[in-house]
């Protein structure tokens, strides 16, 4: 059975940075692709930044410049560098495997005050 774990959410002031990082087991972790989601407060959930098994990335435009995703196939991590934070990064950030009809973690919040 997959599990993902996710952990570095809190709290930070606009322009801070956070590392949100994800641990899976229970999977040939290597083999999916891996992503980070975010859902507000009243709006849907919405892709942030995503790694290929082939290490490839795609990232929202909102982020682009300012997060960084990375995966370690050795450790079955995949971290989220958030740099230069603003109020509207504030979300509920999940950790997904294998895209949206994949796996989830349980999500880990991350408020950015103004």
């Known amino acids: 059975q997959v599990q993902l774990v996710e952990s570095g959410g809190g709290l930070v002031q606009s322009g801070g940075s956070l590392r949100l990082s994800c641990a899976a087991s229970?999977?040939?972790?290597?083999?999916?692709?891996m992503g980070w989601y975010r859902q507000a407060p009243g709006k849907q959930r919405e892709l942030v930044a995503a790694?290929?098994?082939?290490?490839?990335?795609n990232y929202a435009d909102s982020v682009k410049g300012r997060f960084t995703i990375s995966r370690d196939n050795a450790k079955k991590t995949v971290d989220l560098q958030m740099n230069s934070l603003k109020p509207e990064d504030t979300a509920v950030y999940y950790c997904?495997?294998?895209?949206?009809?994949?796996?989830w973690g349980q999500g880990t919040q991350v408020t950015v005050s103004s």
């Open positions: 997904n495997q294998g895209g949206p009809e994949g796996c």
């Open positions: 229970g999977s040939i972790f290597r083999l999916y692709a």
């Open positions: 790694v290929t098994s082939g290490f490839m990335t």
